[in-house]
């Protein structure tokens, strides 16, 4: 998918409903920033992302609030830097979120995360009360882009997302949250929250303050701008697993020699990822497996088929072993 050159301008709307309300003057604060949405380069439906972020920057100044708006009162500037510097000092991602969870709950009681772990895999969920009624997308959106760059960036390596749920419908541009997040994308699902391999929450803190602190100097706007999609190996290898009719069909001999290079080689380059093989096929496995049975009529049967399972009683075993819950079940809570 060819990346978009920037947030698109529902998104956009979106984020300045928090502002507007507030009565922030936002259309001086693009002039003085030389911003005009009625002028918008390339495909005029995209504001680029570096000027987004001088946006952001310059509307948080003004209002003292790295929520914009959003709620009821506002996250002085200094909330997210504080977060940082409190977990700084943490051993690993699991101690990270548990602690940044405590925090977010002392600052506030309309916004909140929690961390479920439930088979081999790990839920990061994000509630929100929305107590102005305002357009809540792109302030869920950019809460959860936030947190998992930043502790991707903790850690020193890409949390590979295997599904992410949101509760508002599909909106026109859903497609775009591909370049976003490089998962599944979900709409009107109970919470919003992002699924990940539980082995990520095991990889130590790779940063310190000295590097913290180069990284606060662009932070957290930078989180929200500095995406491009993600051509890493994992990445690549992912998707052929999605595209092929079964995981089987695609051994790993076939995936070297698709990508140009030996098994060995192959081998290598993932492990310095942080990943394997087997892991990137299981973690599609999973994301095959609840999108057929959250979105679709497929029989059971059919999908331990397509996972290329030889018989389904092995399916079930490897589904509750990944998330905790039968296939059944799994479709029945979706419900």
Not at 140 to 162: A, K, Q
């Amino acid at each position: 998918m060819k990346t978009k050159p920037g947030i698109h301008i529902d998104l956009l709307q979106s984020w300045l409903d928090g502002p507007r309300r507030q009565g922030v003057d936002v259309d001086q604060i693009m002039a003085e920033l030389n911003i005009d949405l009625k002028a918008l380069p390339d495909d005029g439906l995209h504001l680029h992302k570096e000027e987004f972020g001088k946006l952001v920057k310059a509307t948080w100044a003004v209002m003292d609030d790295e929520a914009a708006g959003f709620l009821s009162r506002p996250l002085r500037q200094g909330y997210f830097a504080l977060q940082c510097h409190a977990t700084i000092t943490c051993p690993n991602l699991r101690r990270v979120l548990l602690r940044s969870i405590r925090h977010a709950r002392v600052c506030n009681d309309e916004m909140g995360f929690s961390l479920n772990e439930q088979g081999e895999e790990a839920t990061l969920g994000f509630s929100f009360s929305n107590p102005h009624g305002l357009d809540p997308e792109w302030f869920i959106v950019s809460m959860m882009i936030i947190w998992i760059r930043w502790t991707s960036w903790m850690i020193d390596r890409p949390i590979l997302l295997e599904r992410i749920n949101f509760t508002f419908p599909a909106p026109p541009y859903a497609d775009e949250f591909q370049d976003m997040f490089a998962c599944r994308s979900y709409f009107n699902q109970p919470e919003n929250s992002v699924v990940f391999s539980r082995r990520f929450l095991e990889r130590p803190v790779a940063q310190d303050p000295q590097t913290l602190s180069e990284f606060l100097a662009n932070a957290p706007e930078c989180l929200l701008t500095r995406y491009k999609s993600d051509n890493s190996l994992t990445a690549r290898i992912r998707s052929m697993l999605q595209s092929s009719d079964c995981v089987e069909n695609l051994p790993f001999e076939v995936v070297a020699d698709r990508l140009h290079m030996t098994t060995q080689t192959l081998r290598r380059r993932l492990k310095e990822e942080g990943n394997a093989y087997q892991e990137i096929k299981d973690a599609v496995r999973r994301d095959t497996a609840t999108y057929h049975l959250a979105r679709l009529n497929t029989p059971i049967n059919d999908i331990a088929a397509i996972m290329g399972f030889s018989e389904p009683s092995a399916f079930n075993r490897a589904f509750k072993k990944w998330t905790g819950l039968t296939p059944g079940a799994y479709r029945e809570s979706c419900r």
